[in-house]
């Protein structure tokens, strides 16, 4: 369950500094060059990454079975399990 929860965290997080602020309708695509992923609160090292950061993390997939289908996420890890 956890697993499945960080994949889907990683899928968004991932989605959205990939496709930028454009792809949601909030923001001019301009504002992407000053994007950042902000991970804090109760982890042991907060951190802050940009869309640069991101691309040059190695990629990984998952695949869940949701539903009765295979689903499958890529994006890069943000903590190990």
């Known amino acids: 369950m956890?697993?499945?929860?960080v994949a889907w965290?990683?899928?968004l997080a991932t989605a959205g500094l990939a496709l930028g602020p454009s792809a949601f309708?909030?923001?001019p695509a301009a504002a992407n060059a000053?994007?950042?992923l902000a991970v804090g609160g109760d982890?042991?090292?907060?951190?802050?990454l940009t869309p640069a950061d991101i691309?040059?993390?190695?990629?990984?997939?998952?695949?869940v079975s949701e539903e009765g289908r295979e689903v499958k996420y890529e994006g890069v890890?943000?903590?190990?399990?």
């Open 2 to 5: 956890i697993k499945t929860r």
């Open 9 to 11: 965290a990683v899928a």
């Open 25 to 27: 309708a909030q923001a």
């Open 34 to 36: 000053h994007a950042t």
């Open 43 to 48: 982890v042991p090292h907060p951190l802050s």
């Open 55 to 63: 691309k040059v993390m190695p990629r990984t997939s998952v695949t």
């Open 77 to 81: 890890l943000l903590a190990s399990c």
